[in-house]
């Protein structure tokens, strides 16, 4: 499984919104990292227990640096806490990525994004795209209070400045506007892509009033999985050395490399973030992840160890 790491240094750190912390993170000078993609997102290794999935959320097509935004989560395990209290301006972080699974279309169509509270990140970066390439947009963003959302000020000056595209803002306080997805996706132009990304409520509305409309038209991207996670009784074999290993009823693959004391790559364990991809180069697995679209998981081609088993007895993995 490729893996890669850069080290980078912690350039700056901003507040936008009470909660959310901007931190621009740096490559070494003289070098460059890979290009930004709307959608995309790192892997910051926190400490040696705490890996976190964080959204780019600057220019598309930038090299010189990552700019992610992190909120403070009152139920922090650690991640966004220590983002929040211990790193600091000139700090070096650990950081795995890029990677894409909530990828912007290249279509002529319309694109309707749609975002709540620190899910915006993605959605910001997919509007600059759109922005630069001229294409027509409209951004949905909903937050608690103008000074609680996340990149507000950036929001309202990309309001100002956008040519193709326009914003609708939602507070819930002090007065309560409520955001509509199924009016919102409603009303969009016949063919439009939807984007969305946000707290787990807004992306089961957005699930659900996507069944109206075609599949290959509706996106999204969780951060926090619902996961269900497969049972095992089957056989894994690693294609590279020939080892079998059995997945017992209550083991995940990842459970089973890693008591095999493997260097496999993870980060959320929940079927998010799409760290745990490994190739499957026989047999048929149970797919579990929020990561791999439909007709990714048709293909059977690929699968996230940390939540999705096999249907077939046996699987032979690319490890
Ligand atoms: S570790 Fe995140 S999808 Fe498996």
Known sequence: MEKITFTLSVHSIRYEGASTRLIELRPPAGTYLPPVEAGAHIDVHISPTITRQYSLCNTPGETHRYIIGVALDPCSRGGSRALHEVIKEGDTLNIGGPR???????????????????????????????????????????????????????????????????????????????MQVSKIMADAPKGSHFYCCGPLKLLDDFDACSEDYPSNHCHSERFSGDLDVAK??????????????????EQTILDALKAEKMNVTY????GVCGSCEVKVLEGTPDHRDD?????????????????????????????
């Open 232 to 249: 095992g009784g089957y056989t894994i074999v690693l294609a590279r050395t020939g080892k079998e290993i059995y997945i017992k009823e």
């Open 267 to 270: 980060a959320c364990a929940e």
């Open 100 to 178: 894409n699974h909530f990828e912007l279309l290249q279509s002529e169509d319309h694109s309707v994004l749609i975002g709540g509270g620190i899910g915006i990140t993605p959605l910001l970066s997919m509007a600059l795209q759109l922005e630069a390439q001229q294409r027509t947009w409209s951004l949905h963003y909903a937050a608690k209070s103008a000074d609680l959302a996340p990149l507000f000020h950036t929001i309202s000056t990309l309001a100002k400045q956008a040519r193709y595209g326009q914003v609708n803002v939602y507070f819930s306080q002090p007065v309560s506007q409520r």
């Open 291 to 319: 990561v791999l679209s439909e007709s990714e998981k048709a293909r059977n081609d690929t699968m996230m160890v940390c939540c999705s088993g096999a249907i077939s007895k046996r699987l032979v993995l690319d490890l």
